[in-house]
């Protein structure tokens, strides 16, 4: 952070300061960005969750907000909001959000999401964002409402960014509503709440959005420990006898 901190000043001070100061300090913050994100990637190795608890694993919900689909075409993220879970209970003060800086997004995501073309252009770049997102998820499972979206973008970002593979496991929310509703046709994140009496008060905004995801994941949880199933391995396992669910990543 006090690195992060010092590059955001010396942007502001880089018409005072030589060109080869200015690339030193992005360089060094880069190392350590890059050398933080292994040290995480290295416990994620040694550390197997199948078999721990789903109700004592943490987890970090979060949602991103983007200017499209197709981070490869030009797709930026705009925000990350996220809430971190010790497994059925959230940890309301333990929560992240950041916007991102962004260039010309059009006037329909910017209506959508409520932001404004002024607060990305002053926002923080996405590699240091990414770098204090990183810290704050540590070795966390991740889970996101159609994950594959955050998935894409997270690859593709930790890669353009950090030159670093998005190795984090990533779960999807319809990975356990599935399980506990097999029944049930549930598809979008409204959906999901309307059926489980979840309160929506804001939507597409990064942070808000999480916090109503981690409440979907709550409420899967304890039906899926209703239903004897106790760990990820139990899902897993479920699954592999043939019954289809959401996707784990």
Known sequence: MIMNNMVQLVKQLSG??????YTSLQQKSGAARLSQLRQIQRELKQEDILDSPLTELPFVIF???????????????????AVKMKGE???????????????????????????????LEQSPA???VLGDFYKY????????????????????????????????????????????????????????????????????????????TAQLWQKNIQLAKELGFETLRDVYTYLAKGHQAGSTQ
């Open 16 to 21: 005072k300061l030589s060109p080869n100061v």
């Open 63 to 81: 949602d991103l907000e983007t200017s499209g689909f197709y981070p490869d075409k030009g797709d930026c993220i705009l925000s990350i909001g």
């Open 89 to 119: 209970q959230i940890l309301d003060e333990e929560t992240y959000y950041s916007t991102v800086h962004c260039l010309n997004p059009s006037e329909e995501i910017l209506e959508l999401t409520g932001l404004t073309s002024e607060e």
């Open 126 to 128: 996405l590699e240091d």
């Open 137 to 212: 998820i540590g070795k966390s499972t991740l889970v996101a409402h159609h994950a594959s979206h955050e998935k894409k973008f997270m690859s593709h970002a930790t890669w353009q960014t950090l030159r670093a593979t998005f190795q984090h496991r990533i779960i999807d929310t319809s990975f356990l509503t599935k399980v506990v509703h097999p029944e049930l046709k549930l598809v979008t994140l409204d959906e999901c709440c309307e059926h489980y009496e979840i309160p929506i008060s804001i939507r597409h905004h990064a942070k808000e959005d999480a916090m109503v």
